[in-house]
């Protein structure tokens, strides 16, 4: 095993005891302590031990008692030392023996190539940006930014994603509107419950849709209405039948059929939310990314006091930095903060960290490489598959992060799914995301995070997937026909 060159025992718990019988004196009950230390894997093997003279004053003993129960536990083996290094922990427990393989559950293979949707190019996160705008913010944090965070954000991040949001989404936004939190998800979840506290139950969702909002509602409290999708955007009179007053929408690129919400029926849409007193929750969270003109403009400006717009990082940077904002109508914000009473917004270091990245245009650029980025993988996509895969058909609006494949006749998405895992192909099924199975048999293909040298074989092994002969099973009567 490498030894550690910086893992240091040093804060261990040690509890050399009382005087018993054999153990009377105090470098015995210290090596005692030690070996027990070492022996549950408190101490870890390669851990450093404290020099003698800092162990000794931290027990308060003479530095001989320490350097005598070292010595003896040297030469149990269970410290090594070297003459210009540190003390160190020479012995580890046995590793608990491994678990004997089950003849009948087979190692599933390694995922080689990854077309499910959900993730953007994380190899092109800009670290050196990133890590100039959190240089930045060390050097320049007041004190006071340094103390209990408020609960809706850093000021100085609010201002800046409403000024951001105004210029480049059209949206209606102000800092006192802006709540910073950890993403759509947490976003959705405020939401619902400041919806729940101002006595709205129902909430549609689009049908299909990402399933973790579904999820976020009912946790929450809100009973769910799936309301369908087709090639307009959400069918806003099917939505107006149910009892729902809010409802969650993709309107500038709705996940997973890649529509866009037509403009009559953003019209319609406002206009239903102001005749049952209730509210658009507009889901923005790849909309940055269209590729045949400049991106739509939210909902949320033809009438912030009906719409709540929901956004995130998550598709532009990356999930992992876990952050996100909350634009709400003005007359649900103190709702909004009585209902969230322990919500806690993102670490600040990291908010401010965004706004620097932000404010200095970093985030624009990295916005235009994108673009072009993607919409060259995009066009690599449909370009194969209207090669290989002829019979197939793409569907969706020129944007985001995914396409809509629909298979050719005969074939089944389930068993395709499954002959792809096996050969080291992770798809996505369009029934994942539907509240009930479908007669449409489609696949939902995300290209954000593979390479574009990765899709010619990826794609290959779809076509083997597509050719199997269990991928031809008649289809399951399970399923709804039309």
Not at 56 to 77: D, F, K, M, N, P
Not at 334 to 342: D, H, I, T
Request: glycine share 8%.
């Amino acid at each position: 095993m490498p030894v550690s060159q910086t893992n240091f025992a040093w804060a261990t718990l040690l509890d050399v005891g009382p005087p018993e019988p054999g153990r009377h004196r105090l470098h015995d009950r210290l090596a005692h302590a030690l070996r027990t230390a070492i022996r549950d894997g408190r101490l870890p093997e390669g851990a450093a031990v404290p020099p003698s003279r800092a162990l000794a004053e931290e027990l308060g003993c003479s530095r001989w008692v320490v350097t005598e129960a070292y010595g003896q536990l040297i030469a149990e083996g269970y410290l090594s030392a070297r003459v210009g290094s540190a003390t160190r922990v020479s012995w580890s427990p046995d590793t608990a023996p491994p678990r004997p393989r089950t003849r009948h559950t087979p190692t599933p293979p390694p995922i080689r190539y990854d077309l499910a949707p959900g993730l953007p190019d994380l190899r092109a996160f800009p670290r050196r940006r990133w890590v100039d705008a959190v240089r930045a913010v060390i050097g320049s944090a007041v004190h006071y930014d340094l103390g209990l965070p408020d609960p809706t954000g850093h000021v100085v991040l609010r201002t800046t994603v409403a000024q951001y949001l105004r210029r480049s989404r059209g949206a209606d936004a102000h800092a006192v509107s802006v709540s910073v939190c950890a993403g759509v998800t947490d976003g959705l979840v405020r939401t619902c419950r400041a919806l729940r506290a101002e006595g709205i139950t129902d909430l549609a969702v689009e049908d299909p849709g990402w399933g973790r909002l579904r999820d976020a509602a009912t946790s929450a409290g809100l009973r769910v209405h799936p309301v369908p999708v087709d090639h307009d955007g959400l069918r806003v009179d099917d939505l107006a039948r149910t009892s729902a007053r809010a409802v969650v929408v993709g309107a500038a690129h709705q996940f997973p059929t890649g529509t866009v919400l037509s403009p009559a029926r953003r019209a319609r849409l406002v206009r239903w939310a102001r005749e049952v007193d209730g509210f658009v929750i507009e889901d923005d969270y790849d909309a940055e990314f269209r590729y045949d003109h400049h991106p739509v403009a939210v909902m949320q400006g033809m009438d912030p006091s009906r719409v709540f717009l929901l956004g995130s990082v998550s598709k532009t940077l990356s999930p992992a930095l876990g952050l996100g904002w909350l634009v709400a109508p003005a007359v649900m914000i103190p709702a909004l903060r009585a209902a969230n009473p322990v919500a806690a917004a993102p670490p600040v270091l990291d908010q401010l960290a965004l706004a620097t990245f932000i404010d200095r245009g970093w985030y624009d650029a990295h916005l235009r490489a994108a673009r072009r980025r993607f919409r060259s993988r995009r066009d690599l996509l449909v370009r194969t598959l209207a090669t290989g895969l002829p019979d197939g058909r793409v569907a969706g609006t020129a944007a985001g992060l995914h396409i809509l494949l629909h298979l050719p006749d005969g074939a089944d998405t389930r068993t395709v799914v499954r002959a792809a895992a096996d050969a080291g192909l992770r798809l996505a099924d369009l029934d994942d995301y539907r509240t009930k199975q479908s007669a449409e048999r489609a696949l939902v293909l995300g290209y954000g995070n593979i390479s574009d040298t990765e899709i010619p074989p990826a794609l290959a092994l779809l076509r083997e997937a597509l050719r199997s002969p269990a991928t031809q099973a008649p289809p399951d009567p399970g399923r709804d026909h039309p």
